[in-house]
């Protein structure tokens, strides 16, 4: 059983800087781990994908170059650094573990409660 546990998001003004955690339990070292989104009225969305070693990531056009993806196996969390925030950045934030290679939340099998990242404008 995996559990994960997001902290981390906050108010923060555009152009600012939040950096997200995911604490996990269970044996998440294996999986690929990724970072979504929902905003009020919308559909969950990709951001971010890391691989069990960190040598892959993968980012949604709309954070590439301002998001960072990493994971630290040895104490088993996955971080999101986010630069350089925009408005339209607020959301839900959630972290979610998948077996597969996916950028699809049906494909991930564990969530965390989410934690709420608010950009001001």
């Known amino acids: 059983q995996v559990q994960l546990v997001e902290s981390g998001g906050g108010l923060v003004q555009a152009g600012g800087s939040l950096r997200l955690s995911c604490a996990a339990s269970g044996r998440t070292a294996s999986m690929y781990m990724g970072w979504f989104r929902q905003a009020p009225g919308k559909e969950r969305g990709f951001v971010a994908v890391?691989?069990?070693?960190?040598?892959?990531?993968y980012y949604a056009d709309s954070v590439k170059g301002r998001f960072t993806i990493s994971r630290d196996n040895a104490k088993n969390t996955v971080s999101l650094q986010m630069n350089s925030l925009k408005p339209e950045d607020t959301a839900v934030y959630y972290c979610?573990?998948?077996?597969?290679?996916?950028?699809?939340?049906?494909?991930?099998?564990?969530w965390g409660q989410g934690t709420q990242v608010t950009v001001s404008s």
């Open positions: 979610a573990a998948s077996r597969v290679v996916s950028f699809s939340p049906p494909d991930f099998s564990d």
């Open positions: 890391i691989n069990w070693n960190g040598g892959w990531t």
